[in-house]
């Protein structure tokens, strides 16, 4: 866990492992995304989960739907770096075929699973015995029928009464090896619903805005829900759903974890938005210290100012920054003026300082890309 404050105190939660990822007990909180391929193109589906991986995917899920994705499954959960969620709908059967393939946990929709409630005694024995976790997924748009009747719509009530009644049907089998989702895509009815359900039981939650939309609308939705639940210590895994590729998913859910002070920061790029007071462009500055350390990994702290007003005391916080004005940088390094350079060689030399900060760093650097914060 991080040594930096944080909001609030993480709410306990039992922990559970998703294959070698362990989720809530103080676990750390860990970040998900899902393939878009389609599952039973099995070299399609690895190489796009080891593109998540190297952008910092910890658990991936992937859809089930048909015969040929559940017999994809066993290759694609040996040969992953990381753990594989089935996720499962309609069909029983494939969560027992997801069990027998190794998966390090499988999704389950009571919504839409055909007679799940009969089948949990089963899937309880045949997960325990394999140690394989699920996830009782609640979603919106495939609530139970009977919910609908009773309540007229998603409510956060409705969404909460699914997850505590097949979670206690678990229960009821001595099986509590789970997390429990309640997905909506309105932030509001989102929040409302997790901020309930966790209340009535200490299951690790998994957190997500579900059909949150393009990547700009879905990445503003998933930050306002998540920072408020993980905010007041709510959540114990996420996943920003967008449409857009899924290696956004996991950049965006990184940074909201990094705001929060709930990851180690990786590279951190504070900028200001500019104003009257510039005497350089700090548009063009900004973008091109970004471009120029695209890929670093290091946790450091980069302060790209363009005035007199608030330049110097931001790059003096930083590991390295610069204050402009009149055509030339101060160049600020842990707090000191190591020289001063045309704004031509600005960009180039925050580079190579740069560079030099995080050789003597060394090679230990937390996973990530750089975050872009405006003063």
């Known amino acids: 866990m991080p040594t930096a404050q944080t909001l609030a105190p993480r709410r306990k939660s ?94 389950v929709n009571p919504g839409n699973i055909r007679k799940f409630d009969d089948k949990v005694g089963e899937i309880a024995k045949a997960a325990k015995d394999a140690g394989v976790s699920l996830r009782i997924g609640v979603n919106a748009g495939s609530l139970d029928r009977r919910l609908l009747e009773k309540y007229g719509k998603a409510t956060p009530e409705a969404l909460v009464e699914s997850a505590v009644w097949e979670a206690s049907l678990f229960e009821e089998h001595d099986f509590h090896d789970f997390k429990i989702s309640v997905k909506h895509n309105d932030p509001v009815v989102m929040v409302q619903a997790y901020r309930m359900l966790a209340e009535r039981g200490d299951w690790p939650l998994h957190l997500g805005v579900t059909e949150a939309g393009p990547a700009f609308q879905g990445t503003i939705k998933s930050a306002t829900a998540f920072g408020i639940l993980l905010g007041e210590g709510i959540g114990d895994t996420i996943r920003v759903s967008l449409s857009a590729p899924p290696a956004e998913e996991v950049k965006v859910g990184h940074q909201i974890l990094q705001s929060l002070n709930l990851r180690e920061r990786t590279l951190e790029i504070v900028s200001c938005p500019s104003c009257g007071r510039a005497q350089v462009d700090v548009y063009t500055l900004a973008e091109e210290v970004t471009k120029g350390l695209e890929g670093m ?61 995080a050789d003597e760093m060394g090679p230990d650097a937390q996973l990530g890309t750089a975050q872009v914060i405006t003063a």
Do not use: W
């Open 297 to 357: 990994t290091v946790p450091l702290r980069v302060a790209v100012m363009g005035c007199v007003v608030n330049g110097p005391g931001e790059a003096r916080d930083a590991d390295l920054g610069v204050a402009s004005g009149n055509g030339k940088g101060q160049i600020f390094v842990k707090g000191e003026v190591i020289k001063t350079v045309p704004e031509s060689e600005i960009v180039q030399t925050l580079i190579e300082e740069a560079n030099r900060l």
């Open 14 to 107: 039992r922990q559970i492992n998703v294959g070698k990822v362990k989720v809530g007990g103080g676990a750390p909180v860990s970040v998900q995304s899902m393939t878009t391929t389609k599952t039973h193109d099995i070299n399609a589906t690895l190489q796009q989960i080891a593109e998540l991986t190297a952008s910092g995917c910890e658990i991936v899920r992937v859809a089930c739907p048909t015969d040929k994705d559940a017999e994809a499954l066993k290759i694609i959960a040996m040969k992953s770096q990381i753990p594989v969620i089935a996720d499962i709908h309609f069909q029983p059967k494939y969560v027992f075929e997801a069990i027998d393939a190794g998966c390090g946990a499988v999704r």
